[in-house]
């Protein structure tokens, strides 16, 4: 399988090259030349097998570089009952006997969905790096989800070092707590004394010193990663079997959404053949994603007009996948996608109501709603009640925006993206009650803490990760 850019380039390379690259390099977002079809006699097929066989069968069509077997091995280690803490990865839960189901997606070692495509990557950049003799060093900023997530998937990777910014002092003690109790040579948690924004700021400051970049190999693992979105499409799949439905039989799926990676995936999924119905994107006061699919314009909002939320992960102004989904909606147009996305750049809006591409969206049967603080309590607290079912405050708005587009004799899968533990504050706010926690984090915050705090200066953050990567030498030796 061929890959393109978003933006017209058209040989970017196979599955290997382009989960290396991050951006292309005309700026735009790596896709696969073509969708493959599942027709109903292949979905078939799928019943009845292990998760890893699922991703497997998933996944396939599109790493045609990587030998069958060894992809399936791989798929075998990533997807493991003593990782994700489930025989069969995501179970599938309904609430009490409506048409809501929990599908559950945050059982790994993060509590968060973002560990079903993170352990993946972690897998399949050592297995790429190790076949090209290079090593990775990955420069990230995170809020607090995506950091963990990346340094549980990168734990005694020997390729792969982590330098993970975080605001100081800002994200919940818990999260704190996942990251800074690790301590592992090839990890890197440093707390900038700023906010995330200064921390993403330096991250691309380091990124616009092309020699720095290349001397001391960053890249990035962020959620543009066209792995991290394939990984994603497995549990629709995953979902729609475990339903039972007959053939034909459409699914829908809510899902909390700010990057729009979750919900691309579902996308994905769909025009696979998956008969996935409603794609549902629950926004929080952060309504980008909702303007869009309720107005046709997309506009993005600048960060210091985006709200800090009680769905955190969900604070995002700027949607980068969703640049994938446009380039679909104008039928692989990348002269159009990037004539949109150049605009979006420039604080322009993306309006489609009333045209040709607007029927395309239309066709596309999303479905979009927003939900404020008020409304993420009062639906833990009424989920609690009447399933005795605690959920976190996103997965809480993924559930309230779903029961508003329920249909008759449709079932309604909501996107579970993270435990309550991880936001205990909100979830106690709530229910009136601390949420319990996976053993393994019983007294997570009275663990050691390892990291450095830091400056908000581009000079000492190079300085430090060119002193770390120094004193590695000799240890990591990729020479083969
Ligand atoms: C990252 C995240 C989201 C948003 O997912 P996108 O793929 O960015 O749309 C929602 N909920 C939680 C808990 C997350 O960590």
Avoid at 32 to 51: K, N, Q, T, V
Avoid at 60 to 87: C, K, M, Q
Avoid at 299 to 325: C, L, Q, W
Wanted: a negative charge.
């Amino acid at each position: 399988m061929k890959y393109v850019s978003t933006r017209g380039t058209p040989d970017l390379g196979q599955f290997s090259d382009v989960l290396l690259m991050g951006l292309a390099p005309d700026g735009g977002l790596a896709m696969p030349e073509s969708i493959p079809a599942f027709g109903p006699a292949d979905l078939e097929a799928l019943r009845g097998l292990s998760y890893p066989d699922l991703a497997f069968a998933v996944m396939r069509p599109f790493i045609t570089d990587v030998p069958e077997d060894d992809l399936r091995a791989l798929l075998h280690r990533t997807y493991r009952s003593d990782v994700f803490h489930s025989a069969d990865m995501t179970p599938l839960t309904r609430l009490g006997d409506s048409q809501l189901y929990l599908l559950e997606l945050s059982n790994g070692p993060s509590l968060a969905f973002k560990d079903m495509a993170m352990q993946f990557l972690g897998e399949i950049f050592e297995y790429v790096l190790e076949r090209r003799g290079e090593v990775l060093n990955i420069l990230g900023a995170t809020s607090g989800d995506t950091g963990s997530a990346a340094e549980y998937a990168m734990l005694g990777k020997a390729r792969v070092n982590v330098f993970m910014l975080s605001p100081h002092g800002r994200m919940s003690t818990f999260q704190q707590a996942q990251m800074f109790s690790l301590h592992e040579p090839n990890i890197f948690n440093i707390a900038v004394e700023g906010v995330f924004d200064d921390c993403q700021d330096l991250v691309k400051a380091v990124n616009a010193d092309a020699p720095f970049k290349a001397r001391y190999e960053i890249g990035a693992v962020n959620s543009i990663n066209w792995a991290r979105v394939l990984a994603q499409a497995v549990y629709y799949f995953k979902a729609y079997l475990a339903l039972n439905l007959a053939p034909g039989q459409p699914v829908d799926f809510s899902v909390p959404s700010g990057n729009f990676g979750n919900v691309f995936a579902g996308y994905l999924a769909k025009s696979m053949g998956l008969p996935v119905g409603q794609l549902i994107v629950a926004s929080n006061e952060n309504d980008v994603l909702h303007d869009f699919f309720s107005s046709g314009t997309y506009h993005v909002r600048p960060a210091e007009r985006v709200a800090m939320t009680s769905s955190p992960s969900m604070d995002i102004g700027k949607a980068s996948n969703f640049e994938r989904y446009l380039y679909l909606i104008a039928d692989r147009d990348g002269a159009q996608t990037r004539t949109w996305w150049e605009g979006v750049g420039r604080g322009e809006p993306v309006a489609l109501h009333g045209s040709a591409h607007w029927d395309a969206v239309t066709a596309s049967e999303f479905r979009s709603g927003r939900s404020t603080h008020a409304d993420r309590l009062n639906t833990i607290r009424r989920i609690d009640r009447e399933y005795g079912r605690l959920i976190d405050p996103h997965t809480a708005d993924g559930v309230l925006v779903g029961e508003r587009h329920l249909r008759p004799g449709v079932p309604m899968v909501c996107l579970e993206t993270a435990l309550p533990a991880k936001f205990g504050e909100t979830v106690q706010e709530a229910v009136g009650r601390i949420p319990g926690r996976p053993e393994r984090f019983l007294n997570i915050e009275d663990a050691p803490r390892t990291f450095e705090v830091m400056p908000n200066d581009v000079q000492v953050l190079k300085a430090y990760i060119a002193a770390k990567l120094g004193a590695l030498k000799g240890e990591v030796s990729p020479t083969r």
